[in-house]
């Protein structure tokens, strides 16, 4: 069956994957969100997937993103995933950009996003729903001066409409991935294609998942605010290899460089996905 959408409905997806630290690279940060894309274009996303960004690339990107969805209409739902390193000062959440330079605690609100200035403007919208999916509760290889950080990302209540999701619970983090996938999206991405669920169920199926993937060692966190009636798919997903890489259509994410495929030669996977890289 297809993707459960009523004729009215827009969808629309953002998809960062952030991978090059010199601090510290992520080994499947850029296959995460590329599955997690595919996945997405197959749910009838239009979704701009992006690999790489710095703070000007990931600032612009939201934006730009902002303005899309707005013009989706009442009816309009968005999905936000970023895969990356996320930090918390100060009882604000943060995500690090591409490039920042985080050598103390000080420098994270200059360098980094704080998630609520782009949560707040995304709830201020007029639309059906919102979900921002956050794969970034990470250890830390930044901040090595200063005040300690606390672990992975703060408590947070959504906003209005919005579902928010972190890859471990606030205050713990994912310990690095073996394999060419992280358990997050990769439970994210099956249980998306599972359908006839709404997004709090798929949510709370996705920490099952990840606490088998992973015997226990990390355990997933959302609290949802969603009110309008929403599902992915109608009974599941069409079979795998149908809408490969639909989010990445040409002409998307003009400006920020140049198509990049996120597997490399010999790595994976099955279902291969192409980014924007800066």
Do not use: C
Not at 98 to 120: H, K, L, M
Not at 130 to 149: C, E, H, I, T, W
Not at 225 to 251: K, L, V, Y
């Amino acid at each position: 069956l297809g993707h459960a959408q009523n004729q009215a409905e827009l969808r629309f997806g953002l998809v960062i994957g952030n991978d090059s630290y010199a601090e510290g690279p992520l080994a499947t940060a850029a296959n995460d969100a590329g599955l997690v894309a595919d996945t997405l274009g197959e749910a009838g996303f239009d979704v701009t997937g992006l690999r790489n960004q710095d703070q000007t690339g990931m600032r612009r990107a939201m934006r730009d993103f902002l303005d899309k969805v707005g013009q989706g209409g009442g009816s309009a739902v968005a999905f936000v995933y970023v895969s990356g390193y996320g930090l918390q000062y100060e009882g604000e959440n943060y995500l690090v950009p591409a490039g920042a330079r985080i050598d103390r605690d000080t420098d994270i609100p200059i360098e980094a996003i704080r998630v609520s200035d782009f949560t707040r403007a995304l709830a201020a919208l007029p639309i059906k729903a919102r979900m921002v999916v956050l794969d970034a509760s990470r250890p830390s290889p930044f901040a090595r001066n200063g005040q300690p950080l606390a672990a992975g990302l703060a408590l947070t209540e959504p906003e209005p409409g919005t579902l928010l999701a972190f890859n471990a619970a606030p205050g713990s983090v994912e310990p690095p991935a073996n394999g060419d996938y992280g358990p997050y999206a990769q439970a994210l991405a099956e249980v998306i294609r599972l359908g006839g669920l709404e997004p709090d169920q798929v949510f709370a199926r996705v920490r099952l998942r990840v606490d088998q993937l992973t015997g226990g060692a990390t355990v997933p966190w959302h609290a949802s605010n969603i009110e309008e009636p929403f599902q992915f798919f109608e009974g599941g997903a069409p079979d795998q290899g149908q809408g490969q890489g639909q989010g990445f259509s040409q002409g998307q994410g003009q400006g920020f460089g140049q198509q990049q495929g996120f597997a490399q030669a010999g790595q994976i996977p099955p279902r291969p996905a192409s980014m924007r890289e800066a």
